[in-house]
């Protein structure tokens, strides 16, 4: 409490109390509370109050690089608060190479890079600028380690200002040295250090950061912030895919590198990507293509992914190959041997150290030796028989729980993650994990939740009635005309939202519309976002801005006050009835007794939640959000305050008149 810089609102010092409580006994605690209701501020100020008490660190990790910028600013406040002990309070946010190497973000070879690729590159840069060569190496590193002054002056700086990652970065190019050195000086320094999910669960990147702290995880606080999240996060982290398209880079790559042979003599590099490539597309046109039905084999054009059975892949390389199992991991050894040539010679040459000949023979050392009960193997073509892919997808994240049972206690927060048992289940935390869900800090009056039972986006219901689209339309275009407030409608994915957008009448709706698109550049999406909001703020102007769920804007914008007042949610956004998803149903019914209620209801309540939260920030923030979809009574035990109307406008209209 004495690090908290605001007066406290509802359920925020129950948060803080029970913060303390779990960290004094070392435990884990996963809990919900609404957008906007100050968690990330209660979570940091208890916390770190009883890190500098007890001589622990707080790794405090995001999704996005927004939500990193937002714990750098409260902390300001905190800083703020005690000015006469402020320098008790440093905090430093970190985020990849990617975004922290100078040299790689401007240059567009390098700027492409994994982790991994520019971590050898720094490397060699280094290794260069250490030989002495006054011309050689990377231009930031030399600065850093030459001009003492400056660095000095640079640290002084990001210890008194408490920047941002991205002011950090700004700053550092303006006085060419590297952000990414400096901050391997200062982490050590830092009670709290603000980093992507990927510093926490991939083992490399965790060590090393570990290394830079010289503390062991056993005095470290974990805060896992956007909670929701992280099962997802994880399965794609351990998940892995072998695509036509990069087989056919290896292919390249094998011809421009001299192309050599693989066990015998007449088997080189590239014919091996080519056998490889041929079994990817036969195994698409056995699986995906192809549905055997009494006796027929016909094609079946809806489907994008099945399952393939275990050792298929491996079985029918060693046959085509005419071989054995032992020869074909001798292939894959000279795989990774021929990469990492590959690799030393573009470092050597300056160029980015990419092998995709690498990648395939990690790729197959994988695939080999993955845990089968935790995986499900697929084949995949979405993208209409392009680029078939076969992927290794990983459906336990709990695979990354011995990584958060390390640490001295592990805080898990957001939104919406109801259940809290399903995330404790997922992740394989403690069953004695403290659980809450604490209720909205906002009155019900300032928001208001409805559902219509005409209309739904099932696509069975949609052949049997060719009206229910027209329904949808007529309530959006009504609802955009009648009432002049900014307004969001969310699709359940861009498919929906394209077809939408082909044949709806936008000029009814006499205001100005956006669209999120599914490959928008993130400056482009925040030159829509923040006309959007403009029109919201001005005088007799309003917008729209077509969206979908579980995107960009859903997930991780706020739009306060007059920003948005409205939000039309078209349909339930279930998850697609992929091979994918009926393989990870299975799994938590087998593991769990629930796979309906962990794997399909529960995320898709999350994306609803998340949308609708959009609307409401702060304790004066108004706004009504309706469901267009007869299934939404469904999800009643996870949206409370959720209301079926019959005369949609009207409430609306009473709703308007009563609040604004
Ligand atoms: S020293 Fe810094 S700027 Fe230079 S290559 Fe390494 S990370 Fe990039």
């Known amino acids: 409490m004495d690090l908290f810089p605001y007066r406290t609102r509802k359920n925020q010092r129950a948060i803080m109390d029970t913060i303390n409580k779990i960290l004094n006994f070392e435990e884990d605690f996963i809990f919900e509370s609404g957008t906007g209701s100050g968690k990330t501020i209660c979570t940091l100020a208890s916390t770190l109050s009883f890190a500098l008490k007890n001589n622990k660190k707080i790794i405090y990790t995001t999704r996005t690089n927004a939500q990193q910028r937002q714990v750098i600013v409260e902390l300001r406040q905190i800083r703020k608060k005690i000015e006469k002990n402020r320098d008790k309070i440093f905090g430093l946010g970190i985020q990849g190479r990617a975004n922290m190497c100078i040299l790689a973000r401007n240059n567009p070879d390098y700027v492409k890079g994994t982790s991994d690729e520019l971590s050898k590159l720094c490397s060699n840069e280094k290794k260069k600028v250490r030989s002495n060569n006054k011309q050689d190496g990377c231009i930031y590193f030399r600065r850093f380690i030459e001009d003492k002054i400056k660095v000095d002056k640079t640290l002084d700086w990001i210890k008194n200002e408490l920047p941002t990652a991205e002011e950090t970065i700004e700053y550092c190019e303006k006085y060419q040295i590297c952000p990414y050195e400096l901050n391997k000086l200062l982490v050590k320094d830092a009670s709290i250090v603000v980093v992507p999910y990927v510093y926490v669960f991939e083992n490399m990147i965790r060590n090393m950061l570990f290394d830079w702290l010289s503390v062991d995880e056993k005095d470290v606080i974990l805060i896992v912030d956007e909670a929701h999240n992280l099962p997802d996060y994880v399965r794609d982290l351990f998940s892995i895919q072998l695509s036509v398209w990069m087989l056919q880079n290896c292919v390249i790559e094998s011809d421009k590198y001299g192309n050599p042979t693989l066990i015998k003599d007449d088997l080189t590099v590239s014919d091996f990507c080519k056998i490889l490539i041929d079994i990817v597309r036969d195994l698409r046109d056995t699986y995906v293509n192809n549905i055997f039905e009494n006796g027929i084999i016909r094609n079946n054009l809806d489907k994008e992914d099945a399952f393939i059975p275990t050792n298929e892949f491996e079985t029918e390389i060693i046959s085509r190959l005419k071989t054995t199992s032992k020869k074909f991991y001798d292939i894959i050894s000279d795989l990774i041997a021929y990469g990492e040539k590959i690799q030393e010679y573009k470092q050597k040459k300056g160029k980015l150290p990419r092998s995709y000949i690498h990648k395939l023979g990690v790729f197959l050392e994988f695939w080999n030796n993955l845990e089968d009960n935790k995986y499900v193997k697929l084949i995949v073509d979405s993208s209409e028989g392009k680029n078939p892919r076969i992927e290794a997808y990983c459906l336990d994240p709990s695979i990354v729980n011995y990584v958060i049972k390390k640490f001295y206690s592990s805080i898990h927060m957001s939104g919406t993650l109801e259940p809290l048992e399903e995330y404790r289940d997922s992740m394989g935390l403690s069953i004695d994990s403290e659980l809450v869900s604490y209720p909205s800090p906002y009155s019900n009056e300032n928001r208001k939740i409805l559902y219509v039972s005409d209309v739904t986006t099932k696509y069975e219901e949609i052949l049997k009635d060719k009206e229910i689209i027209e329904r949808m339309k007529i309530y959006i275009s009504k609802i955009c005309t009648i009432f002049p407030k900014n307004t969001m409608v969310f699709f359940p994915s861009f498919n929906y939202l394209s077809k939408f957008k082909r044949d709806f009448n936008f000029e009814n709706l006499n205001r100005n519309f956006y669209f999120e698109e599914q490959k928008m550049s993130q400056s482009a999406l925040m030159e829509i976002v923040n006309e959007f909001k403009s029109s919201g703020l001005e005088e007799g102007k309003c917008a729209t801005l077509f969206s979908v769920m579980g995107g960009r804007i859903s997930e991780g914008m706020n739009f306060p006050a007059e920003q948005l007042e409205i939000a039309l949610i078209v349909g339930i956004p279930y998850p697609k009835p992929t091979a994918k998803q009926r393989g990870l149903q299975r799994y938590y019914e087998l593991k769990f007794g629930k796979g309906w209620e962990y794997t399909v209801e529960a995320p898709t309540a999350r994306k609803l939640l998340q949308s609708i939260g959009r609307l409401i920030r702060d304790e004066k923030d108004k706004g009504i959000a ?35």
Not at 635 to 641: L, Q
Request: aromatic share 12%.
């Open 626 to 660: 309706v469901i267009m979809d007869k299934r939404a009574n469904r999800f009643k035990k996870y949206i409370k305050d959720l209301h079926e109307t019959n005369d949609l406008i009207n409430d609306i209209e009473l709703f308007m008149n009563k609040n604004f």
